[in-house]
């Protein structure tokens, strides 16, 4: 859902009221995600910000806490422990006279090369864009690039006097993505520009900033990421990933001033349910992880609207003799959320069976290895929602579907593995240890909160099956039966 689809109509409108709320708890409500962050009441889309410091994740997020409908855009914010569990903190920026907050980043400046640390805690920082003409108070100003700092591990911001530290280049360019580079000493950023260009630009101080480098990167939308990771089980070798709005990336090489694509653009995601992803800044041994809007689902009668995926930690690995693709899978913190599994091995699925009856709930991690047999397809039904596997005699891959999905999947010795995270309103499939993703929103059906394991057209041979039913994040107990959710508890750890 790319923002130039909203009218300007619509992001100068005053602001609808909340829908009233519903007789359930905070955070228990009908339709609300139970293991993935959604606001407490308001619009959200874009993450935005995700940075590590001294414990603390923190995600901020575009948010309109007046309506839930998009609009009067702010950062909203989260803190976390574990990328599990999330405590929503005020609101860290604010629609100004310079526009209202679009997205962008955040890092920690170590070396206080901006000059702006008081104390001993290192300077956060937030780049934002500044949304001229978007609200009544910006008519008549650009797009811009702005930054705010905070000197108290993220508690309070305050947007620097100098902005913006990035005048308007060009239209609506926006989504700043800053990262440091090592070798040159200096701040990277990419931005979107326009139309199907990105820039590359470089700065010694986070405040002066100077473009070395334009791409063109078809059909990828926004929100540009860029980082550096190393290649699993090759010592030594590391390579910059270029990311875009709806999941597809570049795999290159990076001077400190020229971004040099060595695999061109393909996707880790299929669906309409993943955008504007960003990875973690400054996470400790080398983690890369991966959070995304999971934009269009629908919440009826709630008091927000969207929702969060989970974290997935992504993997960069040789492909073939002279490629590279990205792996994802979801973090091992989810292993906090896992009751006691039920197991099965070396199990034949027949037709008109089903071995998974009388197993009920609707918040699942399902773990599944699964040979073809002599049936045409395999799958899961949760909720009412598909998820199927479906190949035919002799060929070299599966077609996996979610939902209305499909996407596919090469053949391993015969075989597949699938991996599901079922929520209340979303379903994350994972084919092949993270070969692929497809994350998709979808509403519940009524009465169904079952779990059921089909095969059609001839028997299905299970080759392992491990199933864990999750807890909510909301609350200590577990969460693994429609309205059975407490009222909302914080995490532990987090003091202010």
Not at 18 to 32: F, S
Not at 141 to 167: E, H, L
Not at 300 to 329: C, H, I, T, V, W
Not at 429 to 439: H, I, R, S, T, W
Request: glycine residues 8%; contains cysteine.
């Amino acid at each position: 859902m790319n923002r130039r689809q909203f009218s300007l109509l619509a992001s100068l409108a005053l602001a609808r009221p909340l829908p009233a709320q519903t007789t359930q708890p905070a955070y228990a409500e009908k339709y609300r995600p139970q293991f993935h962050f959604s606001p407490r009441k308001g619009w959200t889309n874009d993450p935005n910000g995700l940075v590590f410091y001294r414990g603390r994740y923190h995600l901020f997020f575009q948010h309109n806490p007046l309506d839930v409908k998009w609009g009067n855009m702010t950062w909203g914010h989260a803190v976390s422990t574990d990328m599990v569990h999330w405590k929503q903190e005020a609101n860290a920026l604010e629609p100004d006279r310079m526009g209202t907050m679009f997205s962008g980043s955040a890092v920690v400046d170590w070396n206080n090369t901006a000059g702006l640390q008081k104390g001993e805690d290192k300077t956060l920082v937030l780049f934002y864009t500044a949304a001229g003409g978007t609200s009544p108070e910006s008519q008549g100003q650009p797009y811009t690039q702005c930054m705010a700092c905070s000197n108290d591990r993220g508690r309070t911001w305050i947007k620097f006097a100098g902005n913006p530290v990035v005048p308007n280049l060009v239209g609506h360019n926006r989504d700043p993505k800053v990262v440091w580079h090592a070798p040159s000493r200096q701040w990277i950023m990419t931005l979107f520009l326009d139309g199907s260009t990105y820039g590359f630009l470089t700065s010694p101080d986070l405040k002066k900033w100077t473009l070395q480098q334009k791409i063109s990167v078809p059909k990828v939308g926004e929100c540009p990421d860029f980082f550096e990771m190393p290649v699993e089980n090759e010592a030594g070798v590391r390579k910059w990933v270029w990311t875009g709005a709806n999941g597809s990336y570049l795999v290159g090489s990076f001077d400190g001033r020229r971004f040099q694509a060595e695999v061109m653009t393909q996707p880790l995601s299929y669906g309409a349910n993943y955008y504007a992803a960003q990875t973690f800044s400054d996470l400790p041994q080398d983690r890369r992880v991966q959070m995304a809007w999971m934009s269009g689902g629908r919440y009826p009668d709630m008091p927000f609207n969207q929702q969060m995926s989970f974290p997935y930690e992504l993997k960069l690995r040789r492909y073939g003799y002279d490629s590279y693709r990205l792996f994802a899978l979801p973090i091992t913190e989810i292993d906090s959320l896992r009751a006691a599994p039920r197991r099965w091995k070396d199990q034949v699925v027949k037709p008109g069976e089903n071995p998974l009856a009388g197993m009920q709930g609707d918040l699942w991690d399902i773990h599944a290895e699964i040979e073809a047999g002599q049936a045409q397809e395999v799958g899961f039904r949760i909720s009412g929602w598909t998820v199927t596997a479906r190949w035919k005699e002799n060929a070299r891959e599966y077609s996996l579907q979610n939902g209305p999905l499909s996407a596919p999947v090469p053949l391993r010795d015969g075989r597949i593995k699938i991996r599901i995270l079922a929520d209340r309103t979303s379903m994350e499939v994972f084919a092949n240890d993270g070969e692929l993703v497809m994350p998709t929103c979808f509403l519940p059906e009524e009465g169904r909160p079952g779990l059921e394991l089909f095969a059609v057209g001839g028997a299905a041979r299970l080759l392992s099956l491990e199933i864990f039913p999750l807890k909510s994040i909301w609350t200590t107990a577990s969460a693994n039966s429609t309205g059975a959710i407490p009222t909302f508890l914080p995490p532990q750890g987090l003091k202010r």
